[in-house]
Protein backbone atom coordinates (compact mmCIF):
# COMPACT_ATOMS: atom_id res chain seq x y z
CA UNK A 1 0.00 0.00 0.00
CA UNK A 2 1.30 3.45 -0.62
CA UNK A 3 1.31 6.29 1.75
CA UNK A 4 -1.09 8.37 -0.44
CA UNK A 5 -3.09 5.43 0.46
CA UNK A 6 -3.03 5.89 3.96
CA UNK A 7 -6.11 6.61 6.18
CA UNK A 8 -5.92 10.00 7.33
CA UNK A 9 -6.79 11.26 10.71
CA UNK A 10 -8.46 14.10 11.27
CA UNK A 11 -8.38 16.54 14.41
CA UNK A 12 -10.89 17.92 15.16
CA UNK A 13 -10.66 22.11 15.15
CA UNK A 14 -10.48 23.49 18.92
CA UNK A 15 -13.56 25.12 20.39
CA UNK A 16 -13.54 28.73 19.75
CA UNK A 17 -13.51 31.57 22.18
CA UNK A 18 -16.62 32.49 21.28
CA UNK A 19 -18.27 28.65 22.01
CA UNK A 20 -16.58 28.33 24.89
CA UNK A 21 -18.06 31.42 26.78
CA UNK A 22 -21.62 30.32 25.61
CA UNK A 23 -20.96 27.08 26.92
CA UNK A 24 -19.43 28.69 30.23
CA UNK A 25 -22.50 31.48 30.05
CA UNK A 26 -25.11 28.14 29.67
CA UNK A 27 -23.74 26.16 33.07
CA UNK A 28 -23.95 28.93 34.94
CA UNK A 29 -27.51 29.72 33.95
CA UNK A 30 -28.39 25.79 34.43
CA UNK A 31 -27.91 26.67 38.43
CA UNK A 32 -30.86 26.40 39.85
CA UNK A 33 -31.58 28.83 43.12
CA UNK A 34 -31.56 25.95 45.37
CA UNK A 35 -28.28 24.67 44.37
CA UNK A 36 -27.05 28.27 44.64
CA UNK A 37 -28.19 28.45 48.15
CA UNK A 38 -26.77 25.56 48.94
CA UNK A 39 -23.62 26.64 47.87
CA UNK A 40 -23.71 29.80 50.09
CA UNK A 41 -24.82 27.74 52.98
CA UNK A 42 -21.74 25.24 52.59
CA UNK A 43 -19.07 28.76 52.29
CA UNK A 44 -20.77 30.28 54.69
CA UNK A 45 -20.55 27.65 57.11
CA UNK A 46 -16.97 26.92 56.53
CA UNK A 47 -15.69 30.38 56.88
CA UNK A 48 -18.14 30.74 60.57
CA UNK A 49 -16.02 27.65 61.04
CA UNK A 50 -12.83 29.08 60.21
CA UNK A 51 -13.22 32.52 61.74
CA UNK A 52 -14.28 30.37 65.07
CA UNK A 53 -11.30 27.98 65.37
CA UNK A 54 -8.79 31.26 64.24
CA UNK A 55 -10.48 33.39 67.36
CA UNK A 56 -9.97 30.48 69.75
CA UNK A 57 -7.22 29.65 68.52
CA UNK A 58 -5.18 29.28 72.02
CA UNK A 59 -8.03 27.41 73.29
CA UNK A 60 -8.03 24.71 70.88
CA UNK A 61 -4.20 24.38 70.95
CA UNK A 62 -4.71 21.03 72.63
CA UNK A 63 -6.52 19.68 69.12
CA UNK A 64 -3.93 21.10 67.04
CA UNK A 65 -1.79 18.83 69.19
CA UNK A 66 -4.40 16.06 68.79
CA UNK A 67 -4.53 16.36 64.73
CA UNK A 68 -0.62 15.98 64.64
CA UNK A 69 -0.97 12.52 66.92
CA UNK A 70 -3.66 11.33 64.97
CA UNK A 71 -1.57 11.93 61.68
CA UNK A 72 1.18 9.81 63.67
CA UNK A 73 -0.88 7.32 64.99
CA UNK A 74 -3.18 6.50 62.40
CA UNK A 75 -0.85 4.22 60.36
CA UNK A 76 0.14 2.80 63.50
CA UNK A 77 -3.42 1.90 64.42
CA UNK A 78 -3.90 0.05 61.37
CA UNK A 79 -0.93 -2.22 61.14
CA UNK A 80 -1.97 -3.08 65.16
CA UNK A 81 -6.04 -3.46 63.70
CA UNK A 82 -5.20 -6.79 61.59
CA UNK A 83 -3.72 -8.37 64.59
CA UNK A 84 -6.15 -7.03 67.25
CA UNK A 85 -9.55 -5.29 67.84
CA UNK A 86 -9.28 -0.96 66.80
CA UNK A 87 -10.17 -0.15 70.11
CA UNK A 88 -7.72 -2.14 71.79
CA UNK A 89 -5.28 -1.11 68.96
CA UNK A 90 -5.68 2.36 69.99
CA UNK A 91 -5.28 2.18 73.42
CA UNK A 92 -2.33 0.37 72.76
CA UNK A 93 -0.56 2.94 70.73
CA UNK A 94 -1.75 5.71 73.01
CA UNK A 95 -0.65 4.07 75.70
CA UNK A 96 2.49 4.10 73.96
CA UNK A 97 2.80 7.34 73.39
CA UNK A 98 1.88 8.97 76.93
CA UNK A 99 4.86 6.53 78.18
CA UNK A 100 7.46 7.67 75.55
CA UNK A 101 6.21 11.35 75.99
CA UNK A 102 7.11 11.11 79.84
CA UNK A 103 10.15 9.49 79.56
CA UNK A 104 11.41 12.21 77.41
CA UNK A 105 10.15 14.86 79.15
CA UNK A 106 11.71 12.91 82.40
CA UNK A 107 14.67 12.24 81.11
CA UNK A 108 15.84 14.82 78.84
CA UNK A 109 13.93 18.37 80.02
CA UNK A 110 15.44 19.11 83.19
CA UNK A 111 19.39 18.33 81.45
CA UNK A 112 18.53 20.49 78.57
CA UNK A 113 17.03 23.26 80.93
CA UNK A 114 20.49 22.97 82.98
CA UNK A 115 22.21 23.14 80.04
CA UNK A 116 20.40 25.99 77.70
CA UNK A 117 20.76 27.71 81.13
CA UNK A 118 24.49 27.19 81.73
CA UNK A 119 25.48 28.16 78.02
CA UNK A 120 23.62 31.82 78.50
CA UNK A 121 25.96 32.10 81.19
CA UNK A 122 28.88 30.56 78.89
CA UNK A 123 29.20 33.11 76.65
CA UNK A 124 32.05 35.02 77.00
CA UNK A 125 31.81 38.64 77.34
CA UNK A 126 33.50 40.95 75.05
CA UNK A 127 36.58 41.56 76.58
CA UNK A 128 36.68 37.14 76.50
CA UNK A 129 36.09 38.01 73.07
CA UNK A 130 38.69 40.04 72.08
CA UNK A 131 41.05 38.03 73.69
CA UNK A 132 40.02 34.94 71.45
CA UNK A 133 40.50 37.07 68.63
CA UNK A 134 43.89 37.85 69.81
CA UNK A 135 44.33 34.26 69.72
CA UNK A 136 42.92 33.62 66.16
CA UNK A 137 45.31 36.25 64.99
CA UNK A 138 47.89 34.48 66.32
CA UNK A 139 47.56 30.97 64.32
CA UNK A 140 47.60 33.52 61.08
CA UNK A 141 51.04 34.60 61.88
CA UNK A 142 52.21 33.43 58.19
CA UNK A 143 50.07 36.44 56.74
CA UNK A 144 51.02 39.67 56.55
CA UNK A 145 50.15 42.49 58.93
CA UNK A 146 48.01 44.29 56.52
CA UNK A 147 45.71 40.95 56.22
CA UNK A 148 45.88 39.79 60.00
CA UNK A 149 44.34 43.70 61.02
CA UNK A 150 41.93 42.82 58.25
CA UNK A 151 40.92 39.93 59.69
CA UNK A 152 40.83 40.88 63.23
CA UNK A 153 38.83 43.86 62.62
CA UNK A 154 36.57 42.36 60.01
CA UNK A 155 35.43 39.61 62.18
CA UNK A 156 35.14 41.00 65.97
CA UNK A 157 32.64 43.42 65.30
CA UNK A 158 30.80 40.67 63.41
CA UNK A 159 30.91 37.78 66.01
CA UNK A 160 29.91 40.57 68.51
CA UNK A 161 27.23 41.10 66.77
CA UNK A 162 26.32 37.59 66.11
CA UNK A 163 26.49 37.22 70.26
CA UNK A 164 24.13 39.85 71.38
CA UNK A 165 21.71 38.11 68.41
CA UNK A 166 22.03 34.98 69.80
CA UNK A 167 21.26 35.99 73.57
CA UNK A 168 18.41 38.08 72.18
CA UNK A 169 16.92 34.80 69.95
CA UNK A 170 16.98 32.29 73.31
CA UNK A 171 15.77 34.79 75.48
CA UNK A 172 12.76 35.61 72.84
CA UNK A 173 12.48 31.99 72.75
CA UNK A 174 12.22 31.70 76.45
CA UNK A 175 9.95 34.03 76.66
CA UNK A 176 7.59 32.86 73.74
CA UNK A 177 7.41 29.69 75.63
CA UNK A 178 6.73 30.94 79.33
CA UNK A 179 4.36 33.46 77.77
CA UNK A 180 2.97 30.74 75.86
CA UNK A 181 2.38 28.84 78.59
CA UNK A 182 0.90 31.41 81.00
CA UNK A 183 -1.94 31.92 78.22
CA UNK A 184 -2.70 28.68 77.43
CA UNK A 185 -3.35 28.57 81.54
CA UNK A 186 -5.49 31.58 81.89
CA UNK A 187 -7.63 30.47 78.47
CA UNK A 188 -11.17 30.03 79.96
CA UNK A 189 -11.55 26.60 77.10
CA UNK A 190 -8.02 25.15 77.52
CA UNK A 191 -8.33 22.81 80.71
CA UNK A 192 -11.57 21.47 79.28
CA UNK A 193 -10.10 20.73 75.85
CA UNK A 194 -7.12 19.84 77.39
CA UNK A 195 -9.29 17.02 79.37
CA UNK A 196 -11.54 16.11 76.13
CA UNK A 197 -8.39 15.50 73.73
CA UNK A 198 -7.72 12.13 74.48
CA UNK A 199 -11.27 11.12 73.93
CA UNK A 200 -11.40 13.04 70.86
CA UNK A 201 -8.17 11.35 69.76
CA UNK A 202 -9.82 7.80 70.36
CA UNK A 203 -13.33 8.64 68.98
CA UNK A 204 -11.53 9.98 65.59
CA UNK A 205 -9.02 6.73 64.98
CA UNK A 206 -11.90 4.85 66.21
CA UNK A 207 -14.33 5.96 63.40
CA UNK A 208 -11.34 7.21 61.07
CA UNK A 209 -13.25 5.04 57.72
CA UNK A 210 -16.56 5.74 58.52
CA UNK A 211 -15.56 9.48 58.60
CA UNK A 212 -13.98 9.50 55.95
CA UNK A 213 -17.10 7.86 53.79
CA UNK A 214 -19.56 9.93 55.24
CA UNK A 215 -17.67 12.95 53.93
CA UNK A 216 -17.26 11.37 50.76
CA UNK A 217 -21.46 11.18 51.00
CA UNK A 218 -22.14 14.41 51.51
CA UNK A 219 -20.09 15.36 48.49
CA UNK A 220 -21.59 16.16 44.62
CA UNK A 221 -20.53 13.60 42.22
CA UNK A 222 -19.16 16.70 40.50
CA UNK A 223 -16.73 17.67 43.14
CA UNK A 224 -15.79 14.67 44.37
CA UNK A 225 -12.44 13.35 42.52
CA UNK A 226 -10.95 17.35 43.12
CA UNK A 227 -11.71 17.08 46.86
CA UNK A 228 -10.19 14.03 47.28
CA UNK A 229 -7.04 14.71 44.70
CA UNK A 230 -6.58 18.12 46.91
CA UNK A 231 -6.86 15.71 50.06
CA UNK A 232 -3.92 13.86 48.57
CA UNK A 233 -2.28 16.63 47.30
CA UNK A 234 -1.57 17.91 51.21
CA UNK A 235 -1.48 14.27 52.67
CA UNK A 236 1.18 12.86 50.54
CA UNK A 237 4.02 16.21 51.33
CA UNK A 238 3.15 15.68 55.24
CA UNK A 239 3.98 11.79 55.05
CA UNK A 240 7.14 12.50 53.66
CA UNK A 241 7.89 14.43 56.10
CA UNK A 242 7.03 12.22 58.95
CA UNK A 243 8.38 8.94 57.51
CA UNK A 244 11.71 11.00 55.84
CA UNK A 245 12.79 14.72 57.76
CA UNK A 246 11.59 13.95 60.82
CA UNK A 247 13.41 10.45 61.17
CA UNK A 248 16.28 12.19 59.60
CA UNK A 249 16.44 14.76 62.38
CA UNK A 250 15.84 12.46 65.24
CA UNK A 251 18.56 10.02 63.19
CA UNK A 252 21.45 13.28 63.00
CA UNK A 253 20.41 14.60 66.84
CA UNK A 254 21.10 11.14 67.81
CA UNK A 255 23.70 10.72 65.80
CA UNK A 256 25.70 14.25 67.14
CA UNK A 257 25.49 13.20 70.46
CA UNK A 258 27.04 10.05 70.08
CA UNK A 259 30.11 11.69 68.30
CA UNK A 260 30.11 14.62 70.96
CA UNK A 261 30.62 11.94 73.67
CA UNK A 262 32.82 9.97 71.82
CA UNK A 263 35.39 13.03 71.24
CA UNK A 264 34.46 13.44 74.89
CA UNK A 265 35.44 9.72 76.10
CA UNK A 266 38.72 10.00 73.57
CA UNK A 267 40.05 13.18 74.97
CA UNK A 268 39.79 15.21 72.33
CA UNK A 269 37.77 18.15 72.97
CA UNK A 270 35.28 19.21 76.28
CA UNK A 271 32.19 19.80 74.93
CA UNK A 272 29.82 20.98 77.63
CA UNK A 273 26.79 21.42 76.07
CA UNK A 274 26.44 18.11 74.34
CA UNK A 275 22.84 17.54 74.70
CA UNK A 276 21.93 21.18 73.59
CA UNK A 277 23.86 21.12 70.47
CA UNK A 278 22.37 17.18 69.51
CA UNK A 279 18.42 18.59 69.99
CA UNK A 280 20.11 21.71 67.61
CA UNK A 281 20.72 19.05 64.83
CA UNK A 282 18.04 17.25 64.57
CA UNK A 283 16.02 20.67 64.87
CA UNK A 284 17.77 22.31 62.16
CA UNK A 285 17.87 19.18 59.80
CA UNK A 286 14.20 19.50 59.62
CA UNK A 287 14.70 22.28 57.09
CA UNK A 288 15.65 21.90 54.15
CA UNK A 289 18.86 22.42 51.94
CA UNK A 290 19.67 25.01 54.29
CA UNK A 291 19.88 23.21 57.72
CA UNK A 292 22.75 21.08 57.52
CA UNK A 293 24.95 24.04 56.58
CA UNK A 294 23.74 26.29 59.37
CA UNK A 295 24.12 23.39 62.37
CA UNK A 296 27.96 23.34 60.87
CA UNK A 297 27.63 26.97 61.24
CA UNK A 298 26.16 26.97 64.81
CA UNK A 299 28.40 24.43 66.16
CA UNK A 300 31.60 26.39 65.28
CA UNK A 301 30.13 29.59 67.01
CA UNK A 302 29.67 27.84 70.13
CA UNK A 303 32.74 26.22 69.93
CA UNK A 304 34.22 29.32 69.47
CA UNK A 305 33.14 30.59 72.52
CA UNK A 306 35.95 28.51 74.38
CA UNK A 307 38.47 28.21 71.59
CA UNK A 308 39.64 28.02 67.78
CA UNK A 309 40.23 24.62 68.48
CA UNK A 310 37.24 23.39 69.63
CA UNK A 311 35.50 25.79 67.39
CA UNK A 312 37.66 23.57 64.38
CA UNK A 313 36.54 20.60 66.07
CA UNK A 314 32.94 20.78 66.21
CA UNK A 315 32.68 22.12 62.85
CA UNK A 316 34.21 18.91 61.79
CA UNK A 317 32.22 16.88 63.85
CA UNK A 318 29.09 18.16 62.73
CA UNK A 319 30.15 17.89 58.93
CA UNK A 320 31.20 14.49 59.66
CA UNK A 321 28.02 13.87 61.21
CA UNK A 322 25.84 14.62 57.97
CA UNK A 323 28.27 12.84 55.93
CA UNK A 324 27.82 9.85 57.92
CA UNK A 325 23.64 10.42 57.91
CA UNK A 326 23.58 10.61 54.31
CA UNK A 327 25.36 7.52 53.60
CA UNK A 328 24.16 5.38 56.00
CA UNK A 329 20.60 6.74 56.82
CA UNK A 330 19.28 8.72 53.73
CA UNK A 331 19.28 6.08 50.85
CA UNK A 332 16.78 3.78 52.88
CA UNK A 333 14.41 6.79 52.83
CA UNK A 334 15.12 8.26 49.63
CA UNK A 335 13.04 6.02 48.02
CA UNK A 336 9.85 6.51 49.23
CA UNK A 337 10.13 10.51 50.51
CA UNK A 338 12.66 12.57 48.47
CA UNK A 339 10.90 15.17 47.41
CA UNK A 340 10.24 16.10 43.81
CA UNK A 341 10.66 19.94 44.16
CA UNK A 342 13.78 21.21 42.51
CA UNK A 343 16.37 22.30 45.11
CA UNK A 344 17.00 25.90 43.70
CA UNK A 345 12.91 26.39 44.31
CA UNK A 346 12.79 24.60 47.65
CA UNK A 347 15.94 27.02 48.74
CA UNK A 348 13.59 30.18 47.50
CA UNK A 349 11.27 28.57 49.68
CA UNK A 350 13.16 28.41 52.59
CA UNK A 351 14.55 32.32 52.30
CA UNK A 352 10.81 33.26 51.89
CA UNK A 353 9.20 31.31 54.47
CA UNK A 354 12.12 32.27 57.28
CA UNK A 355 10.59 35.61 57.69
CA UNK A 356 7.30 34.35 58.96
CA UNK A 357 8.59 32.24 61.47
CA UNK A 358 10.63 29.30 62.70
CA UNK A 359 7.84 26.72 62.86
CA UNK A 360 6.92 27.75 59.22
CA UNK A 361 10.52 27.15 58.49
CA UNK A 362 10.93 23.93 60.05
CA UNK A 363 7.53 23.08 57.85
CA UNK A 364 8.91 24.90 54.74
CA UNK A 365 9.62 21.27 52.93
CA UNK A 366 6.04 20.19 53.01
CA UNK A 367 4.37 23.56 52.79
CA UNK A 368 6.54 24.44 49.43
CA UNK A 369 5.45 21.02 48.31
CA UNK A 370 1.56 21.18 49.04
CA UNK A 371 1.71 24.88 46.90
CA UNK A 372 3.55 23.74 44.17
CA UNK A 373 1.42 21.08 43.34
CA UNK A 374 -1.82 22.29 44.33
CA UNK A 375 -0.49 25.00 41.76
CA UNK A 376 0.16 22.13 39.21
CA UNK A 377 -3.08 20.61 39.73
CA UNK A 378 -5.41 23.54 39.18
CA UNK A 379 -3.20 25.01 36.14
CA UNK A 380 -4.07 21.55 34.64
CA UNK A 381 -7.24 21.00 35.61
CA UNK A 382 -7.84 24.91 33.47
CA UNK A 383 -5.52 23.88 30.92
CA UNK A 384 -6.67 23.28 27.06
CA UNK A 385 -7.58 20.29 26.57
CA UNK A 386 -8.17 19.87 31.01
CA UNK A 387 -6.30 17.12 33.09
CA UNK A 388 -8.85 14.63 34.24
CA UNK A 389 -10.20 14.84 37.47
CA UNK A 390 -8.46 13.30 40.35
CA UNK A 391 -4.78 12.52 38.42
CA UNK A 392 -2.28 14.10 40.33
CA UNK A 393 0.65 15.59 39.47
CA UNK A 394 3.28 12.73 38.49
CA UNK A 395 0.57 10.15 38.34
CA UNK A 396 -0.84 8.79 34.67
CA UNK A 397 -3.95 7.34 36.24
CA UNK A 398 -6.36 8.55 39.07
CA UNK A 399 -6.65 6.56 42.35
CA UNK A 400 -9.99 6.43 43.72
CA UNK A 401 -12.24 9.07 44.54
CA UNK A 402 -14.31 7.32 47.09
CA UNK A 403 -12.74 5.88 50.07
CA UNK A 404 -12.64 2.11 50.39
CA UNK A 405 -15.11 0.63 52.31
CA UNK A 406 -14.94 -0.89 55.51
CA UNK A 407 -12.75 -4.29 55.07
CA UNK A 408 -14.41 -7.37 56.06
CA UNK A 409 -11.75 -8.62 58.52
CA UNK A 410 -13.55 -6.06 60.91
CA UNK A 411 -16.73 -7.70 61.23
CA UNK A 412 -15.35 -10.46 62.95
CA UNK A 413 -14.54 -7.90 65.98
CA UNK A 414 -17.69 -6.28 65.85
CA UNK A 415 -20.04 -6.88 68.91
CA UNK A 416 -22.70 -9.97 68.29
CA UNK A 417 -26.37 -8.70 67.26
CA UNK A 418 -28.89 -9.66 70.09
CA UNK A 419 -31.47 -12.67 68.98
CA UNK A 420 -34.38 -10.69 67.57
CA UNK A 421 -32.68 -7.13 67.00
CA UNK A 422 -33.01 -5.29 63.82
CA UNK A 423 -29.66 -6.71 62.97
CA UNK A 424 -30.41 -10.54 63.44
CA UNK A 425 -30.05 -12.09 60.14
CA UNK A 426 -31.57 -14.97 61.68
CA UNK A 427 -34.64 -14.44 61.30
Given at each position: ?69 V???L ?17 L ?130 L ?16 A ?26 G ?8 L ?107 D ?28 W????R ?9
Amino acid sequence: MSASAEPQIQESPPPSAAGSWQGLWARVRAITPSQLAHFVLIAGALGLIGWLVWRNRVSLAPFFVGIVLVYISLPLVDGLDRLLPRWLAILLVMAAELGLFIFLVGTLGPPLAAQIAGFLEHLPTPLRLRGLFEQLVGYLQGLPEPMRELVRESLEPTVARLRENLIEMLRALLDFVIIGLLELANASGFILSFLIVPTWIFAVLLNHGAGLRAVDRLLAPWLRPDFWAVARIVDRPLRAFLGGQVVMGLSVGAISYLALQLIERLGLANVEFPLLLAVVAGLLELIPIVGPLLYVLVAGLAGLTVSPQLAGTLALVALGVQVLANWLIWPRLERRYASAIPPVLLAVAVVIISQVGLLWLLLAGPLTAIAVDLFRYLYGRVADPPRPAGILPGEQQPAPAQPAPASPRRRRWATPARPGSATDKSV
